[in-house]
Nanobody
């Protein structure tokens, strides 16, 4: 059974940075794609960034140039570095894992990110 546990959310001022982390249990991590989704109040969940098992990355247009996804197979972790944060980045961020992109086979519990002055 795969478990995903996110950390690193919080309150940050516009223009600031946060780094989200997701730790995965199990032995399949290196074989699966990983992703970060977000869901703002009243909006659908959207894929923000993904990284394949081959380290190929992809991003939503709204975060390109500001967010960076990375994975560490030795530690079964995936990170999302978020820079130049905007109020519209406010959402619950979810870590996900899947065999393909978009990865949606397994989900974390979510972590709140609030961008506000």
């Amino acid at each position: 059974q795969v478990q995903l546990v996110e950390s690193g959310g919080g309150l940050v001022q516009p223009g600031g940075s946060l780094r989200l982390s997701c730790a995965a249990s199990g032995s399949i991590f290196s074989l699966y794609a990983m992703g970060w989704y977000r869901q703002a109040p009243g909006k659908q969940r959207e894929l923000v960034a993904a990284v394949t098992s081959g380290y190929r990355t992809s991003y939503a247009d709204s975060v390109k140039g500001r967010f960076t996804i990375s994975r560490d197979n030795a530690k079964n972790t995936v990170h999302l570095q978020m820079n130049s944060l905007k109020p519209e980045d406010t959402a619950v961020y979810y870590c996900s894992m899947g065999r393909l992109v978009p990865p949606d086979d397994y989900w974390g519990q979510g972590t709140q990110v609030t961008v506000s002055s």
